[in-house]
């Protein structure tokens, strides 16, 4: 892997966002697909589409069987999950990735293993204007979704099959639809600096921000508390860090996991419209229809106690992630904090996740 000077970098950001065209293959609202169901089960809301009757309809399960029409590689399903933080501006353009959550489904044996991305790994993406470096978090925003599928799959050396972009606004209205979800906090920490939306230029610093705190073991939260626990980044005891954070967000999903396969939920229509019209409108995937059979039946193999999870850093073992370091000189990366592999390409990476999803 090569680096250079940041300089032309950030010089070249505003153009290339400018002049970026909007994707085309990007489907606003295609599916309505609720946070893990993404990548888990893909149903919630989809009971109340126009189209259920040919969901459900046997003729139709046993064609698409047949058809086999889900898109794998080596017997896995992949789905880039991203969530953004729109909380310092409005423009979509300009959000950056707070989110980024690889899942692999396998068809045969039903399992599902996450990978968490760092938003501060530095990569290359290319696009018609040339090649310019930057942290993973900005590619979306910089140039799209293609270019930001195209950079996780040289990161990891695995093809992304299907994606879905989801508005953390989101994420917090699913949970109070669902009634609250019940949270496993691995421990107690607070954070004092947590940013207060809509003040950040507020005259008085202490305005800024507000205190939260969450104690260690099962807590029932709320949208608003659960979207505080994901976000936190200044947590005492050690959750200070994006790592902790990755780990807070997999835990909350797999709180929502639980619930919306809760038979409490699967049965309770109003509830499902709700999601339904929560997501419809405000998700972008390229998750379409004729996909949403495959993935259901895909569910049904799934064996949810397995799930297995990680997140890449620079702090844990080899075997447990801890593949990349923070240079300690960031003169090439324009004073940045960032984090890079510790070979100097993805190999190392390739390989990992080559054993971590495949098992070899």
Do not use: C
């Not at 029409?69 to 990735?97: H, I, Y």
């Not at 626990?229 to 994006?242: F, I, P, Q």
């Amino acid at each position: 892997m090569r680096y250079v000077d940041l300089g032309k970098t950030v010089e070249n950001h505003q153009n290339i966002r400018a002049q970026k065209e909007e994707n085309p293959n990007k489907k606003r609202g295609a599916v309505p697909v609720v946070v893990i169901i993404v990548v888990l089960i893909v149903l919630g809301g989809f009971l109340f589409s126009k189209n259920v009757g040919a969901l459900f309809n046997p003729i139709s399960i046993v064609s698409n069987i047949a058809s086999s029409n889900l898109e794998e590689t080596d017997g896995r399903t992949n789905v880039l999950l991203l969530g953004l933080d729109r909380r310092a501006t409005s423009d979509t353009k300009s959000v950056l990735t707070d989110t980024l959550l690889f899942s692999s489904i396998g068809r045969v044996e039903g399992n599902v293993s996450m990978i968490s991305l760092p938003r501060d790994l530095w990569v290359k993406a290319d696009t018609d204007k040339g090649e310019h470096f930057m942290k993973i978090n900005a590619v979306y925003a910089v140039d799209g979704m293609a270019e930001l599928r195209e950079v996780t799959e040289d990161v990891l050396g695995m093809p992304i099959h299907y994606y879905a972009v989801i508005d953390f606004n989101l994420f917090r209205d699913t949970i109070d639809i669902l009634g609250g979800v019940d949270v496993d906090v691995e421990r107690t920490f607070d954070d004092f600096y947590y940013p207060v939306e809509g003040m950040e230029a507020a005259p008085n610093i202490e305005d800024r921000y507000e205190t939260v705190h969450f104690d260690e073991g099962i807590q029932t939260m709320d949208g608003e508390t659960a979207l505080k626990y994901v976000r936190s980044r200044k947590g005492t005891n050690d959750e200070g860090t994006d790592f902790a954070r990755s780990r807070r967000q997999q835990r909350v999903i797999m709180a929502i996991k639980n619930k919306m396969l809760s038979l409490e939920t699967l049965i309770d229509l109003p509830k499902l419209k709700d999601l339904y019209d929560a997501y419809s409108d405000n998700v972008d995937t390229n998750i379409g229809f004729d996909d949403i059979q495959s993935f259901y039946l895909l569910s049904r193999k799934i064996d949810f106690e397995t799930l297995r999870s990680i997140v890449l850093d620079d702090r844990s073992g080899a075997n447990e992630g801890g593949l990349l370091y923070h240079p300690t000189d960031t003169s090439l990366y324009g004073g940045a904090y960032v984090l890079v592999p510790l070979a100097e390409d993805y190999s190392q990476l390739h390989a990992y996740v080559q054993r971590y999803i495949f098992g070899e």
